[in-house]
């Protein structure tokens, strides 16, 4: 497919693989990260977690979150992890539809890397890493 996602201070989308770029609800995606699951699918997360099923072109509010979430990573279209300020790690293993969240430090976390549906890291401020057993089961 031909079709890039981007976010920051809202979400754009381009057709030709970067050429042009056009606003796609930019009102509701302030993204600090967005990960594409397959052709039509995408996660972007920052204060919320939104979901596209339509390639970018609309946007569902997933979820609030109190603190902003800084990455997100997918094993496969099923199970990810989100990870961001104050120690935040949210799980899904239903493809983003749904998050549950998980309590490991109170660090902030800037990256999470799925390596295995057992095995990941997660980097974060002060030196911290977390390279071990991913919750995805």
Do not use: Y
Not at 10 to 19: L, N, P, W
Not at 95 to 100: E, N, R
């Amino acid at each position: 497919t031909d079709v890039v996602i981007a976010v920051g201070n809202g979400a754009i989308r381009s057709e030709d693989r970067g050429v042009t770029w056009s606003a796609q609800v930019p009102d509701l995606v302030f993204g600090n990260d967005v990960v594409c699951l397959d052709e039509t699918t995408a996660i972007a997360v920052r204060n919320s977690i939104n979901r596209s099923t339509d390639q970018g072109v609309t946007w569902e509010n997933v979820l609030d979150v109190e603190h902003d979430l800084l990455s997100v990573a997918f094993l496969d279209p099923v199970h990810g992890v989100a990870v961001g300020e104050r120690g935040r790690v949210l799980e899904t293993i239903a493809g983003g539809k749904t998050w549950t969240e998980l309590e490991i430090v109170a660090e902030d976390l800037m990256d999470v890397s799925l390596r295995g549906p057992f095995s990941l890291v997660i980097v974060g401020e002060d030196g911290v890493v977390i390279d071990g057993s991913s919750p995805l089961e």
